[in-house]
């Protein structure tokens, strides 16, 4: 199973329709996950013309992503493999033992909100956070997330570079 990780994509004004690295990336997805910070549920439409899409409410998402199903927290199923979803999983230190305190089911915890791409093992759990494919910030690229899933093992985990 293929998965593309999103977050931070800030539409419309750093998103007006998916940038053409992006859709290279989501053309053969099997799930796409965004971590928040969609801003317009517009993108969240968009992207489920390329595969499923499951989100998280991020702190700058309208009423429309809410009312599209985008809730606070989220746990999946992704071929056997447990997946939380959270947009901001609060300061750098102690992240892995806070999120496995918070999701202590959860095989991998996906999240975004700092903009700044991030695969972590710690504490029991991994967590991932895609960075941002649209505003990099202080970052040298925009990117995405790539999962690799299979039988309930993440094989891969990578930050592939858009822009």
């Known amino acids: 199973m293929k998965v593309i990780v999103l977050a931070d994509t800030h539409a419309p004004r ?7 690295r992006v859709a290279e990336h989501l ?11 969609v801003c317009t549920a517009d993108v969240l439409v968009e992207l489920s013309a390329y595969a499923p899409v499951h989100a998280v409410l991020g702190n700058n998402d309208g009423p429309d992503v809410e009312e599209w199903g ?25 992240r892995t033992a806070r999120m496995r305190r918070r ?7 996906v999240f975004g909100h700092s903009h700044i791409p991030m695969d ?3 504490d029991g759990v991994r967590v991932f956070n895609p960075g ?11 990117t995405l997330g790539v999962l ?9 985990a990578r930050i592939i570079p858009v822009t």
Not at 72 to 79: C, E, H, I, K, P
Not at 150 to 155: A, D, I, P, Q, T
Request: glycine share 10%; net charge negative; proline share 7%.
């Open 14 to 20: 750093r998103w007006k329709s998916c940038p053409p």
């Open 27 to 37: 053309r053969d997805a099997d799930a796409i996950l965004h971590a928040g910070d």
């Open 70 to 94: 985008a809730q606070q927290t989220l746990r999946l199923d992704l071929d056997g493999l447990t997946v939380a979803m959270i947009h901001d999983s609060g300061q750098k230190a102690g």
């Open 103 to 109: 999701f202590p089911d959860a095989d991998l915890v």
């Open 120 to 122: 972590l093992t710690g």
């Open 132 to 142: 941002s494919p649209t505003d990099r910030r202080r970052q040298p690229h925009g």
């Open 148 to 156: 690799e899933i299979e039988n309930g093992r993440l094989l891969e």
